[in-house]
Each structure stands twice: as structure tokens, then as C-alpha cells.
Nanobody
Framework: QMQLEESGGGLVQAGGSLRLSCVAS????????MGWFRQAPGKEREFVAA????????KYADSMKGRFTISRDNAKNTLFLQMNNLKPEDTAVYYC?????????????????WGQGTQVTVSS
């Protein structure tokens, strides 16, 4: 079993930045593709970004490209999401997740482990 715990969410003004962290325990994230997803009120969970087990391959949803950066520190068993130029439409609960697809996946159903989420609120 793997446990994931996100942190770093909060309230920020439009144009601001936040850095989310996800600390894993129980298993090494280096063996897993890792991803970030988000869910806004009344909407389905959507893909944000994914990283291969070695961090070399990254994938982003089109609306996040150029603004969000996914990274990982396998030695610290931690995944990050740097979010810049935040917009009110980025307001959501952000989840980190681990999947057996080493390159990472854009599909939530391929993820086996999920954190509880951290709230990000962007004010206009």
C-alpha cells in the first residue's frame, strides 16, 4: 500500500503562484508514474500533469502547459506541482496519485493510489 499526502494549497490572487507537494509513504514513488488531477465543484475530476518514474517524461493538460510544472524528488519520495499565473478557473481540489504505468498516464482510472487532496482557491 502507498499513502499520499498533499500540502501547499491555499488562497491566492489571480496571477499568483503556489507550489503543491505530495509526500508518499509505504512504497517508493520511483517505481510509479505519478500524476496530479483536480476537481472543481460540480465538475468531473480532470487530468493536470503526469511524470514518469524517473521524472524525465512529463505530460500536461493543454490548459496547464506553460503555467504548471510537475517535478519529483525520488530521494525524498515527494512529488511537486509548481503553479504559476493562476487563474480563477484553476480553483479546485488538487489530488496527487500513483499509477503502475511507469511513464505516467492522463487517465484517472489507471491510478491505483490517491491522496485526500488539497484545496486551491484563486480569487479574481
Amino acid at each position: 500500500q502507498m499513502q499520499l499526502e498533499e500540502s501547499g494549497g491555499g488562497l491566492v490572487q489571480a496571477g499568483g503562484s503556489l507550489r503543491l507537494s505530495c509526500v508518499a509513504s509505504g512504497r517508493a514513488i520511483s517505481a510509479y508514474g505519478m500524476g496530479w488531477f483536480r476537481q472543481a465543484p460540480g465538475k468531473e475530476r480532470e487530468f493536470v500533469a503526469a511524470s514518469s518514474g524517473n521524472g524525465i517524461v512529463t505530460k500536461y493538460a493543454d490548459s496547464m502547459k506553460g503555467r504548471f510544472t510537475i517535478s519529483r524528488d525520488n530521494a525524498k519520495n515527494t512529488l511537486f506541482l509548481q503553479m504559476n499565473n493562476l487563474k480563477p478557473e484553476d480553483t479546485a481540489v488538487y489530488y496527487c496519485a500513483a499509477c503502475g504505468v511507469y511513464s505516467g498516464s492522463t487517465y484517472s482510472y489507471e491510478y491505483d493510489y490517491w491522496g485526500q487532496g488539497t484545496q486551491v482557491t484563486v480569487s479574481s
